[in-house]
């Protein structure tokens, strides 16, 4: 299984961004998919993850209202709408997959438990 992000960029706060993550081998339709990112001399930390039929979805508080997560099956593509962005959202993001549900909320938020991780897309957020 790979995954393939991109969309990651340059733009002024308060602006919007899409990011996209490319599967081949697997679908999203089962398992868990998610969104960490990574800013500098920081810890990867969870954006938002969740199994991949809905049934649960968590965000980080920071991004919550503003951030949202799609997937569009028959592209085997997810997505990360990001708008609102602030400066404090600058960072790597990366993609990430687990091929089954996790058992509590909290191992959502780990990302030792996701299995498959994409390259990782530089967003970088003016002031």
């Known amino acids: 299984v790979q995954l393939q992000a991109s969309g990651g960029g340059l733009v002024q706060a308060g602006g919007s961004l899409r990011l996209s993550c490319a599967a081949s081998?697997?679908?999203?339709?089962?398992?868990?998919m998610g969104w960490f990112r990574q800013a500098p001399g920081k810890r990867r930390e969870l954006v938002v993850g969740?199994?991949?039929?809905?049934?649960?979805?968590y965000y980080a508080d920071a991004v919550k209202g503003r951030f949202a997560i799609s997937t569009d099956n028959a592209k085997n593509t997810m997505y990360l709408q990001m708008n609102s962005l602030e400066p404090e959202d600058t960072a790597v993001y990366y993609c990430?997959?687990?091929?089954?549900?996790?058992?509590?909320?909290?191992?959502?938020?780990?990302?030792?438990?996701?299995?498959?991780w994409g390259q990782g897309t530089q967003v970088t957020v003016s002031s």
């Open positions: 990430s997959a687990a091929s089954r549900p996790f058992a509590s909320m909290r191992a959502y938020y780990t990302a030792a438990n996701y299995e498959f």
């Open positions: 969740g199994n991949a039929n809905g049934a649960r979805t």
């Open positions: 081998g697997r679908t999203f339709s089962s398992g868990v």
